[in-house]
């Protein structure tokens, strides 16, 4: 029934604020596994801090001054902690509540009142994985490598051999997989819109018809849709040389001076996408700060130039693996 580590059985951290709640939870859990307790979201993020870390958090939600989620949200940006499996158990059964636990990094849900049987099978579950991942990680040496990777709803992100973190999907992290894919290439504002907004490529399309014609705009428009749905934004490790078509069509709707702004036809629209861009990745680099600030100084100016035009210029260049 229980599960051992080299140095004895589990250690399991248990998180609520009410005492019959940790009762009910140790009668369960103490034939089979070491606890610790908590009843206040700071008491437990003091205890992560100490050695060695539970093997498992049982995590309540609804605390007062530091939520469930503010609790995880926390443990999931620490380098020594975020490998830590955290399981909410919580009255919150609405699938919003849990559509945002696991957002934010929890790994399972049970449900108060909950089965014995089953809370102890989905404990022994995420116990299990993460034992198989810190062998995984024991075993394979550190990699060099940077990367960049679109993950279905979230993006994989290291570098230069610190720990990975992944953060949940974002424009501004798009805008910048497709600066660090091209280095050293210049992008206006209306081009990396055109590239990552399906409504905003829409209205450029329709703002080009008079100029290039239905059919054409039509073409541009299943051509870019279909190479950014599956290259410039996808978790594909190359970006050419499918991402260069997709390139190509930007630089033909450019060379027609459609992506860059006329100041009587889109003056407006340049300006809001300087804005709108420029905030996107400054937020990206805001989260990524909170996980790597040696990539989030990487990405900053004179590297990464904002504006109305937008590059990246890495110096000594960086191979990414996308």
Known sequence: MNLTTESGRARILLVDDVPSNLRALADLLSPYYELQFATRGDEALALLKQTPAPDLILLDIMMPDMNGHAVCREIKRGVETRHVPVIFITALDEATNQILGLEVGAADYITKPFDPGIALARIRNQLRQKFATDLLRSTTPPSSENRFRAMGLSWDIAFQGRPAFQLPDRQG???????????????????????????????????????????????????????????????NTKPSPPADAAMQCVNLLRQDGLLESDPLDAGDDRERFRKSVGNAIRRALGEITSYDPALAAHLRYPTLRLGYRVIYQPNPALVWVF
């Not at 805008?175 to 660090?180: A, G, H, R, S, T």
């Not at 490529?201 to 279909?226: D, V, W, Y």
């Open 173 to 235: 992290l798009a805008y910048l997989k497709i600066l660090l894919a091209n280095p050293h290439q210049e992008f206006s504002v209306e081009e990396l819109v055109f590239l990552v907004v399906p409504k905003e490529r829409e209205r450029l399309l329709e703002r080009a018809k008079p100029h290039i014609g239905q059919e054409s705009a039509n073409f541009f428009r299943a051509l870019t849709e279909t190479l950014v749905a599956n290259q410039m934004l996808s978790g």
